[in-house]
């Protein structure tokens, strides 16, 4: 009677988690995310290679999309690392035109100051300068990028960050321009899939874009416009303090972060 009593208890805690984390994700794809700007907001995704913005970015572009967001992008390369540059770049706007980002909202920078490279760090000022021409001639009041831990951990991603951090921490971004961080999370959560949610969920503080099963599909199509796809269906991004926490753990998964307002000091 006991081992009844206990599977009992079990099945009950277990159909109660359930029931919790599917009410949530039904709540979470038709609520507006706190701490994200609203209907009309100038959004600016900045990311080192084509790709990037369908194997790490998808959920977050369709989710500000479905929040219309008017969105456009900034590729500070154009993947040239396997001498593949001309068909990434033509990727990169295939995939974009699935996302709903238009043509004339993307800006691609070929220049041997960037070189798509792992081994070579970027110049942080002269990235910082160039992000922050296109912030102001943009009007841009929302800027989506990597986290210190650059989600691989590769160098060009954290170049945008320490640029982004640059530009903060000199006050040099406009009045009311927020940012949003994809979280580098550690390798477990990384390929857990949807069996992260639950643990998602739990970060009150963080911004979760889950996608609808139409946003998937076209989350699907986006990484199929790749020579490599990646499929990538749920995204996080987490409070603006993060943007100065260096994280002591391996990358990836997304998080959304909230205005940053007042100094923010970078953690020891």
């Not at 831990?149 to 320490?162: D, P, T």
């Amino acid at each position: 009677m006991e081992v009844v009593g206990f599977l009992c208890l079990a099945a009950a805690i277990l159909a109660w988690g359930f029931l919790w984390v599917w009410d949530s994700w039904e709540r979470m794809k038709s609520q507006e995310p706190a701490g994200v700007p609203g209907d009309g907001s100038r959004t600016l995704l900045v990311i080192a290679h084509p790709d990037d913005e369908a194997m790490f970015f998808a959920p977050t572009v369709l989710g500000l999309a479905r929040l219309r967001h008017r969105l456009s992008l900034l590729c500070f390369s154009a993947g040239n690392y396997y001498n593949q540059g001309e068909v990434r770049k033509k990727e990169l706007l295939q995939s974009c035109d699935v996302l709903g980002i238009p043509s004339s909202s993307i800006m691609i920078i070929d220049n041997r100051d960037f070189p798509d490279d792992p081994d070579v760090q970027w110049d942080t000022e002269r990235v910082a300068s160039i992000l922050l021409q296109h912030i102001d001639a943009n009007g841009i009041n929302l800027v989506v990028t990597f986290d210190a831990g650059g989600v691989s951990g590769h160098c060009n991603h954290v170049a945008l960050y320490a640029a982004v951090r640059t530009l903060h921490s000199e006050g040099k971004l406009p009045n009311g321009c927020s940012v949003l961080t994809l979280q580098s999370v550690n390798v477990l959560r990384k390929y857990i899939s949807l069996l992260d949610l639950p643990f998602s969920l739990l970060h009150t503080r963080d911004v979760l874009f889950v996608l609808t099963s139409k946003e998937v599909a076209r989350a699907k199509n986006c990484n199929g416009c790749l020579h490599s796809p990646a499929w990538i269906y749920v995204e996080e991004l987490r409070p603006a303090r993060n943007l100065y926490k260096e994280p002591k753990r391996p990358p990836e998964a997304y998080l959304p972060v909230e205005e940053m307002s007042g100094p923010v000091k970078p953690s020891q």
